[in-house]
C-alpha cells in the first residue's frame, strides 16, 4: 500500500477525526515503528508499519463496509451494554468485520441506522457542520398549537443552546397526532425534549430518512449493504474523496 498522512490513517482506523488525530500527532501521542512523530506532514505505511496512539496499535480495517439497519425498539445503540440489554451489534449476523454505529437511537426509538468501519465517513457524518438532514415519525400524546409549531421549526432554548431550524408536518390529525420531523442536528434524545418543551410527551419515534437515503422495506432487525452508487453519493455530500470506498 502506497504511503498515506498519519491524520487519514488514524482517520480512517476510526481513532478520530482528522483534525482532532493533527491534535495528537502535534502533542506526542503517535509513534510509527517505535518513533514519535510530531510532524503534520509525516506519512506511514499503515500495512507495513506499527502505528500506535498511546501505545494501541492502530490496525486500518481490511474493507470498508456500509451498513443501513432498521434498529429495532428495545436495544441499545452500542457495541456493548454493561446492563447486559440487546445491542444493535446482535443483529448484524455474518459480518465479521468490526463495525460501529454513526450517531445513535435511543432504546425506545426505532428506525434507519448506518453502521460502517470507515472512521472518516463517520465522523464527517455525525460533525454538526455536515449538516445532513435526518427524518423522524414522532407520535406524540396530544397536538401542539400553530404557535407551538412555529416555535418548533424556528429553534427553542435547550440546555442554554437553541436548536437549529426544523422541518416539522402533521401528517396524521388525532387525539394522538403523528409528525414528520426533520433536523440537521443531532442532540442526545432531541426530539423527546423539543416536544417536552411544549408539555407533549413522545410515545413512539422512528427516523425513516439519513440524508437521501430512506429505510425502505427493512424490517426491524434487517440489514443490508449499502450499494456503490449510495456510497458514492454519501462521500459526495460529506466532501470526502470518491475513491476512498474501494
Known amino acids: 500500500m502506497a504511503l498515506e498522512r498519519l491524520q487519514k490513517i488514524l482517520s480512517r482506523a476510526g481513532v478520530t477525526s482528522r483534525r482532532k488525530a493533527e491534535q495528537l500527532i502535534l502533542e506526542g501521542r503517535v509513534t510509527v515503528n517505535g518513533e514519535v512523530v510530531m510532524q503534520l506532514g509525516a506519512k506511514a505505511d499503515p500495512e ?8 494501541r496499535r ?3 480495517p481490511r474493507r470498508l463496509l456500509y451498513l443501513a439497519l432498521n434498529k429495532p425498539k428495545g436495544c441499545v445503540t452500542t457495541l456493548h451494554d454493561p446492563q447486559g440489554r440487546p445491542t444493535v451489534m446482535d443483529f448484524l449476523r455474518g459480518i465479521k468485520e468490526r463495525v460501529y454505529p454513526v450517531g445513535r437511537l435511543d432504546y425506545h426509538s426505532e428506525g434507519l441506522l448506518l453502521l460502517t468501519n470507515d472512521g472518516e465517513f463517520a465522523n464527517r457524518l455525525m460533525s454538526a457542520s455536515s449538516r445532513v438532514p435526518k427524518t423522524y415519525l414522532v407520535k406524540v400524546n396530544g397536538p401542539l398549537t400553530p404557535e407551538q409549531e412555529r416555535e418548533f421549526r424556528e429553534g427553542i432554548p435547550l440546555y442554554g443552546r437553541r436548536t437549529a431550524p426544523a422541518g416539522l408536518r402533521l401528517i396524521r390529525r388525532a387525539k394522538n397526532p403523528w409528525y414528520e420531523v426533520r433536523l440537521i442536528e443531532g442532540r442526545q434524545n432531541q426530539i423527546r425534549l423539543m416536544f417536552r418543551h411544549f408539555g407533549r410527551l413522545v410515545e413512539k419515534l422512528k427516523r425513516v430518512r439519513i440524508g437521501f437515503l430512506d ?3 427493512l424490517k426491524p432487525g434487517e440489514f443490508r449493504s449499502l450499494t456503490a ?10 466532501k470526502l474523496p470518491a475513491d476512498e470506498h474501494r
Open 229 to 238: 452508487a449510495e456510497v458514492a453519493q454519501f462521500r459526495s455530500m460529506l
Open 48 to 55: 507495513r508499519d506499527r502505528i500506535e496512539v498511546d501505545g
Open 215 to 217: 429505510l425502505g422495506s
Open 58 to 60: 492502530v490496525r486500518p
